[in-house]
Each structure stands twice: as C-alpha cells, then as structure tokens.
C-alpha cells in the first residue's frame, strides 16, 4: 500500500513538472513596447517625480480609479479620492516620449462606458493612445478599451499548484479571442507564464525587489526573451 502511494504521488509529481513546462498557447501579440531598455519605474504618482525619472527611464507606471459622479480619473493606489486628476497629471509630463502603464483599479460594467469617454477626451488631442497601455483584470471589459483604439494589458492571476492547471486554459481562451497588447504579472509568475505563453509579451512588476541591492534578479528576469516590460522600485 505505501509503495503505491508513492507511486502515485510520484506520478502525480511528475505530471505537474511537465504541466509546468510545456506551453499550451504559441502566438504571439504586436509589440507595444520595443525598446530593448525593460526598465520602467513602479508607481509614480505625482508629475514631478515622473520628470525626475524621465532622465533614467522610458515608462512609468500610475495606478487610477474612475471616479463617475466626477467624471475623472483620480490618481491614487488605495484609499479615498486624492484630487489628482490624470489629464493634470499628464498635462505637467514634460517629455514627450514618456510612456505609461496605467492600471485601472475599478474597471467595471457600469463605467467602463464613462471611462472609454473619459480616455477619450484626454487622447483626443495627443499622441497619447500609442505610449499608453491600460491594466485591468477583466479581460471583457478592457477589449471595449481595445475595440476603442487602446493598448491593454491583461492582468493575470498568482500561480497556484491546483488553480492554475485549470485558469491557464481560460487564460489561453481569453488570449485567443481577445488578444491582448500583453499580458502582466507579478514577477514571481513570469517563469510559470513564460512558459506557457512563450511568444506573448509579459508584462511584469517587482514589488519586493530592490533596484539596486536585487539587480541581478531583476536582470535575469528582463534577459526572457518574450519580457517587454519590468516595473521596478
């Protein structure tokens, strides 16, 4: 009985290394992002640091949540509205090739029509919707984004040892139909989704790692091939 046990976790070992490894999906996506400088900095919250940054790195990442009742873009990660509206912000960028990775926190059924207005009026006179890729995780609502002339980004889920056997088949659904600019992750999921999307552009961030004490990590994640873009602090 314990031999067979064993057995059977062995194989079941097994065949979770190879689920690991092997890809299930191998097209690929235009490249939005083809600088071979991966660096973009990591939640950049007010203009005047972005300007600062602008001399080091290519892109910035900001995080908004659509406010309705205001019909705004407030820029903030968490908490209550902060009355930092994203065209202002935007309007104080001094480089004119910046580019941004912006997360929508609250992408919804009930705004996502507000919030194609609002991007709208904000690009309607700029170059703004080629240097700009919008984050979300429903993948439904952002190809309303897509469909309206936007890079978007599809924010997937943590790699877990059960779950993900089966969300990655969805992921590659998703993938298939919507297609995505890219796809984003957290970086310790980029060795996971990598693999099993090969030829997509990925999308990652680095909270927890150190620019300067971490680099080596933070270099060999942007030495993968399909990487495009790696958020750093």
Same mark, same amino acid.
């Given at each position: 009985?314990?031999?067979?046990? &064993?057995? !059977?976790?062995?194989?079941?070992?097994?065949?979770? /290394?190879?689920?690991?490894?092997?890809?299930?999906?191998?097209?690929?996506?235009p490249?939005? $992002?083809?600088s071979?400088?991966?660096? *973009?900095?990591?939640? =950049?919250?007010?203009?005047?640091?972005?300007?600062? &940054?602008?001399?080091?790195?290519?892109?910035?990442?900001?995080?908004?949540?659509?406010?309705?009742e205001?019909s /705004?873009?407030?820029?903030?990660?968490?908490?209550?509205?902060?009355?930092k509206?994203?065209?202002d912000?935007?309007?104080?960028?001094r +480089?004119?090739?910046?580019?941004? *990775?912006v997360?929508?926190?609250n992408l919804? /059924?009930?705004? =996502?029509s507000?919030? !194609?207005?609002?991007?709208?009026?904000i690009?309607?006179? +700029?170059?703004?919707?080629?240097?700009?890729?919008?984050?979300?995780k429903?993948?439904? /609502?952002?190809?309303?984004?897509?469909?309206s002339?936007?890079? !978007?980004? $599809?924010?997937?889920?943590?790699?877990h040892f059960?779950?993900?056997?089966?969300?990655?088949?969805?992921?590659?659904d998703? &993938?298939?139909y919507?297609?995505?600019?890219?796809?984003?992750c957290?970086?310790? $999921?980029?060795?996971?989704?990598?693999?099993?999307f090969p030829?997509?552009?990925?999308?990652c961030?680095t +909270?927890g790692?150190?620019? +300067?004490?971490? !680099?080596?990590k933070?270099e060999k994640?942007?030495?993968?091939?399909? =990487?495009?873009?790696?958020? =750093?602090d």
């Open positions: 009985m314990r031999h067979k046990m &064993l057995f !059977i976790i062995v194989i079941i070992f097994f065949l979770q /290394l190879l689920f690991y490894n092997s890809s299930i999906y191998e097209k690929s996506s490249i939005f $992002y083809k071979s400088d991966k660096y *973009w900095a990591h939640r =950049v919250l007010d203009p005047q640091t972005a300007n600062k &940054l602008s001399a080091k790195f290519n892109g910035i990442e900001l995080d908004v949540f659509f406010e309705s205001k /705004l873009f407030d820029v903030r990660h968490h908490g209550p509205y902060g009355g509206s994203l065209i912000y935007l309007s104080n960028i +480089n004119d090739n910046m580019f941004f *990775w997360d929508l926190k919804n /059924l009930s705004n =996502v507000s919030v !194609i207005n609002r991007l709208n009026l690009t309607k006179e +700029n170059f703004l919707k080629e240097k700009m890729i919008i984050e979300s429903d993948i439904e /609502l952002l190809y309303q984004l897509k469909e002339g936007y890079k !978007i980004s $599809y924010w997937l889920p943590s790699f059960l779950h993900s056997i089966f969300q990655v088949y969805e992921i590659r998703n &993938l298939e919507y297609a995505p600019d890219a796809i984003s957290s970086y310790h $999921y980029v060795d996971f989704y990598s693999r099993k030829n997509y552009n990925i999308h961030w +909270n790692l150190n620019f +300067n004490d971490d !680099i080596h933070i994640i942007s030495k993968i091939e399909n =990487v495009r873009i790696v958020l =750093v």
